[in-house]
């Protein structure tokens, strides 16, 4: 299972020593969530933050923009660091050209689905996706509650994934602790976002080790 703990959850304060916490646990990426306060109801962090981060670790940075007009950004995104660039269908009326986009300036590209938007609209795309996020949560906020219908898209992506022959990764954002974890592992899920789990735990660390062993 790869692990992507959400730094949406550390202590901005100490982002540095939170960073560098992450770079020496077992995660295999780190999950930068952008949300512009138009597209969802909050207001995170941009470029300068996601540059820090990059200063203190060298991992796979995996990026969801929560924004309106993504194309707008997507050569700042890549000279802040990221390697994965993960749009929401939601915000994309050109989604072939924007994954396009992403791809020429030589970042992987990912789709993130809301809770309501079904998989099927993936079926002529998916050919051309490295990932899609499935929201198990509505964007804007960490630590809210699962929702368990997610586990069942998580199943028709992997067939649809299946069906196309697409090397997309499945990923999955939002109320993943243990037991949520377990049962996405046994849909098909790929890569795992955490969030409040880890880092409201008493040692996020061994937090990251046991969802690895998922
Ligand atoms: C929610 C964000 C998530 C969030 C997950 O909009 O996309 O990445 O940080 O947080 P938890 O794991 O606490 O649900
Ligand atoms: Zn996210």
Not at 43 to 63: Q, T, Y
Not at 76 to 82: E, I, N, Q, T, Y
Not at 89 to 118: D, F, Q, S, W
Request: with cysteine; proline share 4%; glycine share 8%.
């Amino acid at each position: 299972m790869i692990i992507s703990p959400s730094v949406l959850s550390c202590d901005f304060g100490n982002i540095q020593r939170d960073t560098e916490m992450l770079h020496q646990s077992e995660a295999d990426w780190l999950h930068i969530d952008v949300m512009d306060g138009v597209f969802v109801p909050n207001i995170s962090f941009g470029f300068p933050v996601l540059e820090a981060i990059r200063k203190h670790s060298n991992k796979v940075m995996d990026v969801h923009l929560m924004i309106q007009n993504p194309d707008k950004y997507i050569l700042d995104f890549k000279k802040s660091g990221a390697d994965i660039l993960t749009v929401h269908y939601e915000t994309c009326p050109h989604l072939h050209r924007t994954i396009g986009a992403i791809k020429e300036a030589g970042m992987k590209a990912g789709v993130a689905l809301n809770p309501h938007t079904p998989v099927h609209l993936l079926e002529e795309i998916i050919q051309d996706l490295d990932l899609v996020l499935i929201m198990s949560v509505n964007p804007g906020f960490g630590g809210q509650k699962f929702i368990h219908a997610s586990i069942a898209k998580v199943e028709k992506l992997a067939k649809l994934i299946k069906e196309k022959n697409s090397h997309a990764i499945i990923e999955i954002d939002g109320g993943v602790n243990l037991e949520t974890g377990e049962l996405l592992a046994e849909a098909g899920a790929q890569a795992l976002v955490a969030g409040s789990f880890v880092f409201n735990s008493a040692d996020p660390q061994a937090t990251i080790s046991a969802l690895k062993k998922l």
